[in-house]
C-alpha cells in the first residue's frame, strides 16, 4: 500500500530558482527519506530525517519534517541543470523497519 | 563507498526463458532487495532478504523467486518470463539496523 505520496508529480523551473517538493503520509513513522533517481539509473540516497527532527540541512537541501501533519517538504536552493532527476520520498513500511514504501516521484525539470 | 552492481544493464529474452538478476553489494550488508519500477506505478517491492538463505516476500511477488546464498549476493529469478515482467529492476541493500537504501543501476528487462 502507498505510504508516502509526492506533490506535486512534475515540476519545472528556472536555473537559481529553488524547487519545493512536498510528501504526505498516513502511519507514524521513525523517519522519512528522500532519494534521487537520474533518468535510467538506480536511486541515490538524499538525505534521512528522524522523528525527532523538525529540520535538516545537507548542502542545498533542506528537508523539513512535521509529524503531526504527517508531512514533509524537501527544498533545494539555487537549482541546477544538474538537479534535473525524478525525486522520491520513502518511509519504512509499518512493522517491518527494513523495507521501505516509496512514492510514486516527483519529476524536477531545472531550465538553463 | 557502498557499491551494488547488477549484472547486466540491459537484458532482452523471449517469452518463457528463465531468467536470473544478479546482485551484488561489498558492504556486508545484512539487508537486501529487488524492486520493479514501471511507469506510473513507482517502485514496487518484489521480494527481500534479511540474512543468507532468509527471504520475504514483497507486495508482488507472483512469478518471481530469488536466491540468497551469500550475504553479498541477491538474485532474482523469473521462471518463465512474460511479457507483463518488461521492466527496469532495481536492487538494493541496506545495513542492520536499516536506514538509507544503496541501490544499484538497474537492469532494464524487455521480455518479446
Known amino acids: 500500500s502507498q505510504q508516502g505520496e509526492e506533490d506535486p508529480q512534475a515540476l519545472s523551473i528556472q536555473e537559481g530558482e529553488n524547487a519545493t517538493m512536498n510528501c504526505s503520509y498516513k502511519?507514524?513513522?521513525?523517519?522519512l527519506q528522500w532519494y534521487r533517481q537520474n533518468s535510467g539509473r538506480g536511486l541515490v540516497h538524499l538525505i534521512l530525517i528522524r522523528s525527532n527532527e523538525r529540520e535538516k540541512h545537507s548542502g542545498r537541501l533542506r528537508v523539513t519534517l512535521d509529524t503531526s501533519k504527517k508531512s514533509s517538504s524537501l527544498l533545494i536552493t539555487a537549482s541546477r541543470a544538474a538537479d534535473t532527476a525524478s525525486y522520491f520520498c520513502a518511509t519504512p513500511s509499518t512493522g517491518a523497519n527494513s523495507k521501505l514504501t516509496f512514492g510514486k516521484g516527483i519529476t524536477l525539470s531545472v531550465r538553463p | 563507498d557502498v557499491k551494488v552492481t547488477q549484472s547486466s544493464r540491459y537484458l532482452v529474452k523471449r517469452t518463457g526463458e528463465k531468467v536470473f538478476l544478479e546482485c551484488v553489494q561489498d558492504?556486508?550488508?545484512?539487508?537486501m532487495f529487488w524492486y520493479r519500477q514501471d511507469p506510473g506505478l513507482g517502485l514496487r517491492l518484489i521480494y527481500f532478504?534479511?540474512?543468507?538463505?532468509?527471504?520475504e516476500k514483497g507486495d508482488i511477488p507472483e512469478g518471481y523467486s530469488v536466491s540468497r546464498e551469500k550475504k553479498e549476493r541477491f538474485s532474482l529469478i523469473l521462471e518463465s518470463a512474460s511479457t507483463n515482467q518488461t521492466s527496469m529492476y532495481l536492487c538494493?541493500?541496506?545495513?542492520?539496523?536499516?536506514?538509507?537504501?544503496?541501490f544499484g543501476p538497474g537492469t532494464r528487462l524487455t521480455v518479446t
Open positions: 558492504m556486508d550488508h545484512e539487508n
Open positions: 502511519t507514524s513513522i521513525n523517519n
Open positions: 532478504s534479511y540474512d543468507v538463505k532468509m527471504k
Open positions: 538494493a541493500s541496506s545495513p542492520m539496523p536499516p536506514r538509507e537504501q544503496y
